[in-house]
């Protein structure tokens, strides 16, 4: 039976863009190998810690979201234990699961034409006399 989590990786930011990616393939890695399948990988990037962790004032975030079986949890926690580049993690359990998220479509200006065009008929369509005055008033 499997379950859905969520995991959370604080990154030394002392750690170039390339190792970054490295270190968040690498859990990707650890994840999937154990059958387990993921719905969202989101790099949150630089973040001010609220506390200096090691010296450090700043880290790189990156959410995993998940389903696994219960068992690789405890794999996962001592690998991020273990990695000097983690530092810190947080592995939570998701009760409500997850759903693959919908792919966005191309916003399309056509569709939102009608409330558009709507108010700019109404501007357009009013006395360029009176937003001429009404302009002239707010500088006297």
Same mark, same amino acid.
């Given at each position: 039976? *499997?379950?859905? +989590?969520?995991?959370?990786?604080?990154?030394?930011?002392? $750690?170039?863009?390339?190792g970054?990616?490295?270190?968040? &393939?690498? +859990?990707?890695d650890? $994840?999937t190998?154990n059958?387990?399948? $993921?719905?969202?990988?989101?790099?949150?990037?630089?973040? &001010?810690?609220a +506390?200096?962790?090691? &010296?450090?004032?700043?880290?790189? +975030?990156?959410?995993?979201q998940?389903?696994?079986?219960? &068992?690789? $949890?405890?794999?996962?926690?001592r690998?991020?234990?273990?990695? !000097?580049?983690?530092?810190?993690?947080?592995?939570?359990?998701?009760?409500?699961?997850?759903e693959? !998220?919908?792919?966005?479509?191309?916003?399309?200006?056509?569709?939102?034409?009608?409330e558009?065009?709507?108010s700019?008929?109404? *501007?357009?369509?009013?006395?360029?006399?009176?937003?001429?005055?009404?302009?002239e008033?707010?500088?006297?």
């Open positions: 039976m *499997s379950g859905s +989590y969520e995991m959370t990786i604080v990154v030394d930011s002392q $750690i170039q863009e390339d970054l990616a490295e270190t968040v &393939k690498r +859990y990707e650890l $994840i190998s059958d387990a399948k $993921i719905f969202n990988v989101d790099r949150w990037g630089m973040r &001010k810690l +506390y200096d962790i090691n &010296k450090q004032q700043q880290g790189n +975030y990156t959410l995993f998940f389903e696994a079986d219960p &068992k690789i $949890i405890h794999d996962l926690d690998a991020c234990r273990l990695d !000097e580049a983690v530092l810190r993690h947080l592995i939570i359990s998701s009760p409500e699961g997850f693959p !998220e919908p792919e966005e479509p191309e916003a399309d200006d056509d569709q939102n034409e009608p558009d065009s709507a700019v008929e109404d *501007s357009e369509s009013g006395d360029e006399d009176d937003e001429d005055g009404a302009q008033e707010d500088n006297a």
